[in-house]
């Protein structure tokens, strides 16, 4: 997970994407918002982008936001497009989705946030063609991703909240790439 010298370092903040080359790291920290990666490995160019929201319905004007999923999906396809290539060549990657209120919420109780972000994610991907090659999603408590471009691969830390606790605290757990993956 060493970064080389040469390798610049973005951080997403919710709402953001980036998407670039070889010579990229890109990182985020999640709670209930999602993640998507897509990463070509033939020539090493991807993007990951941080939404909040599955949709907000209408889209402004022709304004596409990143805070949607829908929308952030969107301006990935367009840098795929401007790439000169196609979703079906993208290894694509879904992590976060957690709950961040475990008192709260009831598990298995699919009206919150971040069990709608997830469902959003997996039926976005499949909507474009995308397979989805890992993903590491639900629990409690938050995650840091951070993604290489130069070897597609995608490393997570999950905290997970104490029991008994609203809060985000307590063991940490590195797993790297993802927890599910397809058969393909």
Known sequence: MRKPPHVIEIFLQPGELYFGDRDTRIRTVLGSCISLTLWHPRLLIGGMCHYMLPSR????????????????????????????THPREYELKLFGGGNMFPRLVKAGDCRDVPCKNVLAGRALAAHHGFAVKAEHLGGVGHRNVIFDLWSGHVWVRQARAAPGSAACVGTRAQMPMAVRRSAA
């Open 57 to 84: 319905g209408r889209h402004a004007a022709g304004t596409l936001n990143g805070k949607y999923a829908d929308e952030a999906l969107a301006l990935l396809l367009q840098e795929i497009k401007a790439a000169g």
